[in-house]
């Protein structure tokens, strides 16, 4: 079998591990609980729990929660949720706010080293003395304090004496150095907040460079893995361990992947919530995990996904195509070919004598052995069918139904057009067919040979289902980097939902069908890969629509 190649952090781990610096790897993931996770979040989850499914070790699942302001429990929920239904298990839960004490204290041993401070100044006198890339800053009036002058300030800090904003604990590191991070960075802010886990308890919060690495550092995290913005953090990330004498973690950076037509910023997806754009995080049109799931992805077909792209070092968009062909790849292989009308015109088979009815038989799967069973199909003298399967004036090489034409039903039989009914206004109503008795699907001694196959719906057994289709979300590629605002570039039909559409007979038991089978999905032909959505109740059920047949997004 072909062993594919490792990528570069991977390379990095398996070195350090063949060269004997660890005997086994602890990656992390870090979610901020400040929203659901989205597709970009998967290629993370996947290249951090994927290090320690190839090569010894474990990963932690921890949440990033030093910002009470954003942070909810629901996101909290919502993001275990997706990891484990993405198939990966993490080996231990953990919050950066557990270590709220023991950042405290690394907070005290800085100060006593003479290598912090409590500073006064304004957010706007900080950046104003912070100077630039090109001209040294200038240190704060508040610099110099002594040990004891700030250890009893910063307690004053946690006990809460002091307003939001008023003073600050920064890192005495060096306001000429060329990274603006290192030119002396605030490690704690003064928030009055409550904490979505630890209350009213603190009044002081970590900065998330007093937080991240800190908490690596606690964890004996061996391989820190983070997106390229955070590579000017790694000289603070670095400090802070030297500084603190604590465990040396290594922060690795890899690019954050963007896909096309839509946005993944947890703040922008918020905005669409928020803003009813979308109904919730999980509206099938949403990038986030949850969306993907609702819309009938599957996990395997997002771990294919985050596999083929790997990871890189340079920024780039990711086609939202390529995701469509491996959730495409999978359902061809595991859903259940179905019939459903979605734009209905009837069909009355003239010569089918009224009143009759027969059975007929669909595999579930072609593609399978053994076809995954089959099931019936009622059939009889009228018929749903699509109604662009019909033309009044075909022309060459239509290969459905026009005057005089043929075309096979599916599963059925070869039947002629030979009539049509228009209405008041000239809107065909009816379309009036023969067929051949002796075509039958299976067991056809006709001798007819047609070029299509068309879906059809008995119209006596027909059940009606909502079904929603559903678009790109953006009609822009990349819909943030586009003038005003990125919400003018929602695509207004995103979202197509078709109240009457007709299905076949054995479609009425999909909610048992899916009980049965929590992954069980529909082909429905000629019209894309379905799943039924939670909306669904038995009156009313409804699907969505997970992609079309084929790549139908030209670009
Ligand atoms: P957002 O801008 O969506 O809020 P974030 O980076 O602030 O993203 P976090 O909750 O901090 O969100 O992300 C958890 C982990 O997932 C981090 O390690 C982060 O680098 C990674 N991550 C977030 N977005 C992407 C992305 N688009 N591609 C790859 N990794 C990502
Ligand atoms: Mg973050
Ligand atoms: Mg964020």
Redesign the pocket.
Known sequence: SEEKSLNFIEEIVENDLSSGKYDKIITR???????F?????A???C??FGLTKKFKGYTNLRF?DTNPVTEETIYVDAIKKDIAWLGFKWENELYASDYFDTLYGFAIKLIEKGLAYVDDLSAEEMATLKGTPTEVGKDSPFRNRTVEENLSLFAQMKNGDFPDGSKTLRAKIDMAHVNMLMRDPILYRIKHAKHHRTGDKWSIYPMYDFAHGQSDAIEQVTHS???LE?IPHRDLYNWLIEKLEIYPSHQYE?????LNYTV????K?LQLVNENFVNGWDDPRMPTISGLRRRGFTPSSIRNFCERIGIAKRENLIEYSLLEFFIREDLNKTSWRRMAVLDPIKMVITNYPEGQEEMLHGENNPEVEGHDGERQIPFGRELWIERDDFMEEPPKKFFRLGPGLMSRLKNAYIVRCNDFVKDEEGNVTEIHCTYFPESKSGEDTSGLKVKGTMHWVSVRHAKTAEVRLYDRLFISEEPDREEGDFKEYINPESLVVLKKAYIEADLANAQQQLADNPDRRYQFIRKGYFCLDADSTSENLVFNRTVTLKDTWAK
Do not use: Q
């Open positions: 993931f870090p979610p901020e609980p400040n929203g996770l989205h597709i970009g979040h290629s993370s989850i290249l951090n990033d893995v983070c997106t955070f890899f690019a954050r992947r963007n993944t910023s947890k703040r997806l």
